[in-house]
């Protein structure tokens, strides 16, 4: 989750303006033009001059090589007046070759890391989705165990399986309470060994293995450790393969030496653009990139070929740019659907290219770490676009179409040799080539359909069995279009799960307010950091079509009774005294109870570090039920739409002192702030815990509705879980199971259906 950028290196000082347009060349294959790069390029160190004329792009962030600019569409009212700038591709080539060349000298580069046995399998590792921990695929909280199997099988049948995953466990509920990135994977369900298993059920399917790192993480517990350290023991104990650094630049060495002094070095990705010299230890990156029609040269693959990239571009809801860049480059994409809890779902179009791709990626896996590498191969139509991979006696062209249209006939003209043979690697049929007059070039006429793959594959002699078996598995897979496919997002739709009425004026245990009923105007917001307003962020409550950050309604609420205040730790244990409860999943449960009992000092304080299971398991047992969001609104807003629960101003005594530090203090009792009274005289709504209301399920997600805020308020990052102190304002937590569910900051208070008019 890319949140901001800064250009790096050397390359980084170049001031490079707009690029102008340059005339589209007609060529052929025998003499093929193209560009010397950027114009008016402004060189702001001595020692840069002596890099390549053909610098990568400052439009786009230094992270690509610009390509051949003879090929970009031009407009037609623009003059052609030639281009005094074209050379051959070869010296294209030779240049920019050269500046790999030199790159590796000013940066000191050794590739030792690429050479570990144990990190090899990074340079076939092509898909690999961020997978939220809260995936209704990956766990069922009903039988309380981890459903890899069905996770895996589900891919497998839309777009052809991952080689790895990122399993993110953290932002965006992290900050919720005080646990920090690597307690937030100790509390996910069955603890370390739980998670151990879970990670050996991905390697039994060759699933590498990757959880994220938030250096932004400086507000919650204090790990005790220097964070290298404390991130490569957790790794060790639970068997990961790698980390993604989560907004970083390049992950510092010291994280690659700490896993490495442990016995178990890690594949390390940054989600930004490091350093160059930091590829000698990151071997693998994420590709967030401004596509143009002219695809690039991906700088750190062309820096390093072993190097892995994952295209990531989660909200675009089109991914024929990050496959076609992904196969030009020879790298990988990072199949991302769901974002924070919001699915953005791979289109079946998509999905099926993703299936393509992969499956010529990973069978002929060993040529695109080539250090022959040749992109922009010359092509004969325009618009198509391949890299060439050499490999021993056999070469290896990956081809994208980026027109709107098919094209066929001649694509390609390649050296002949005796005994070649030529095959359509995509639709898996071999290729008669036309011999030109000279009898040294051999001319390769082949269809590639719109926005489409090809994948041509020379070889001297027989081909074996595990090529042809793979031409066989492709001409299955390609007998159908892609145009056939549907290009259609779907919006999950949530459903409310439904809370049983209680009796009429059910048995309590606690003070109550009563509620009359009456027409509500029911306006509220959610504070989710990412997603725009975009359809499927937040909720979609039961009058919605579907999901979406911002909601108004007008409707009829009945008469409810609600308790006076939150659930209190006393009132807690009497009901645990009395039903013997104790959940299956009991991790974190009543956390901050040392020994069985709330601390001294602690009975009128809410009750916290319970689950949504435990507070219904607690409503049940007293008559009572969860409040809806909007009788929870309701009871604190009154008919005046005030902003807070007191009145429209913000009153400081009314709520308790935030609490700021790494460590939770612990709530304050619920009669502490009779400031912060409602017009209907309930207590205790806003900012000291979190509060239980509705829950939310999708396909693929389940979360719950919060309301009140709590008193704390980590430091250092605005990507904590973010504050909902006003009355239209509220909290969506993912839920996955109990044991991460549970926050030393949530609460709950009941409700009782009660018709009956009180004064």
Request: aromatic share 12%.
């Amino acid at each position: 989750m890319l949140r901001a950028h800064r250009a790096q290196g050397k390359l980084g000082q170049l001031a490079v303006p707009n690029r102008e347009k340059v005339m589209l060349k007609r060529y052929d294959i025998r003499c093929w033009l193209v560009t010397v790069g950027l114009a008016a390029v402004t060189l702001t160190r001595p020692a840069a001059a002596q890099d390549t004329k053909y610098v990568p792009d400052g439009i786009w962030n230094q992270l690509m090589i610009a390509g051949p600019q003879c090929l970009a569409p031009k407009d037609e009212w623009e003059p052609d007046d030639g281009d005094p700038a074209c050379v051959t591709h070869e010296a294209w080539l030779n240049d920019i070759t050269h500046w790999r060349a030199e790159r590796r000298i000013r940066i000191g580069y050794e590739d030792s890391r690429y050479q570990i046995p144990s990190l090899q399998w990074t340079q076939h590792s092509f898909i690999q989705p961020q997978m939220m921990i809260h995936d209704r695929y990956f766990y069922d909280p009903v039988t309380g165990k981890y459903t890899v199997d069905r996770y895996l099988s589900d891919l497998q049948a839309r777009y052809g399986g991952i080689d790895a995953v990122l399993i993110w466990s953290t932002y965006p509920n992290m900050g919720i309470d005080d646990r920090n990135q690597l307690d937030m994977v100790r509390s996910m369900p069955g603890g370390i060994p739980g998670v151990k298993q879970m990670v050996a059920d991905f390697h039994r399917h060759g699933v590498r293995v990757f959880f994220p790192m938030m250096m932004w993480d400086q507000g919650t517990r204090d790990p005790q450790q220097s964070w290298p350290d404390a991130i490569a023991h957790l790794m060790a104990e639970i068997d990961a393969d790698g980390i993604n650094g989560d907004t970083q630049d390049g992950v510092p060495l010291a994280f690659f030496q700490a896993a490495v002094k442990v016995g178990h070095p890690l594949a390390f990705q940054p989600e930004g653009a490091p350093h160059d010299e930091a590829v000698a230890w990151n071997v693998m990156t994420w590709g967030q990139y401004k596509f143009q029609f002219v695809p690039a040269v991906d700088r750190y693959k062309w820096l390093e070929p072993r190097h892995m990239v994952n295209i990531s571009d989660r909200w675009n809801r089109d991914k024929t740019d990050d496959l076609q860049f992904a196969f030009f480059n020879g790298v990988g994409w990072e199949s991302w659907e769901n974002i924070w809890g919001i699915w953005n779902g791979i289109t079946p179009r998509d999905a099926e290219a993703t299936r393509r791709m992969a499956t010529i990626e990973r069978e002929f896996a060993p040529f695109l770490s080539s250090a022959k590498w040749e992109p922009f191969y010359p092509t004969a139509s325009y618009g198509v676009f391949a890299s060439r991979w050499p490999l021993n006696q056999a070469t290896l062209w990956t081809i994208v179409n980026r027109n709107e249209y098919d094209t066929s006939g001649t694509e390609l003209s390649v050296p002949r040799l005796d005994g070649s043979r030529y095959f359509d690697l995509y639709h898996g049929v071999e290729l008669v080539p036309n011999i030109t007059r000279e009898g040294n070039r051999a001319r390769l006429s082949f269809p590639i359909e719109a926005h489409g793959f090809g994948a041509v594959l020379s070889v001297v002699g027989e081909p074996d069995s595990s090529m042809m078996q793979s031409m066989a598995k492709m001409r299955n897979m390609t007998a159908k279009p892609l145009i056939s496919y549907s290009h259609e997002r779907t919006i999950l739709l949530q459903p409310m799960v439904e809370e049983k009425a209680t009796k009429s004026g059910g048995s309590a245990t606690s003070e109550m307010v009563h509620i009359p009923g009456g027409d509500y105007l029911f306006a509220v917001r959610g504070i989710e950091i990412e997603g725009s307003d975009d359809q499927g962020v937040d909720v979609q409550y039961p009058w919605e079509a579907t999901p979406r950050r911002f909601h108004e309604h007008s409707l009829h609420i009945d008469a409810f009774d609600v308790d006076k205040y939150p659930v209190t730790n006393k009132e807690f244990k009497v009901f645990l005294d009395a039903s013997h409860y104790h959940p299956k999943d009991d991790l974190n449960f009543l956390k901050d109870w040392p020994g069985g009992s709330y601390p001294p000092g602690w009975e009128n304080k809410p009750v916290t570090w319970v689950s949504l299971e435990d507070a219904r398991a607690y409503a049940a047992w007293a008559g009572k039920r969860l409040p809806h969001e909007w009788e929870w609104q309701y009871a604190a807003q009154g008919t005046d739409r005030r902003k807070y629960p007191w009145g429209n101003l913000w009153k400081p005594d009314a709520v308790p002192l935030p609490d700021q530090d790494r460590a939770l203090r612990g709530p304050d009792e619920v009669f502490a702030h009779p400031a912060g009274m409602s017009p209907f005289g309930v207590m205790d709504m806003v900012g000291n815990v979190w509060q239980w209301t509705d829950e939310y399920v999708d396909e693929h997600t389940r979360a719950a509705v919060l309301r009140g805020g709590s008193y704390y308020q980590p430091q250092g990052s605005m990507w904590y879980f973010p504050r909902a102190y006003q009355n239209d304002q509220h909290g969506k937590l993912l839920l996955m199971a109990p044991s991460i569910d549970r926050a030393g900051t949530l609460g709950f208070r009941c409700v009782v259906d009660n018709p009956k008019t009180q004064p």
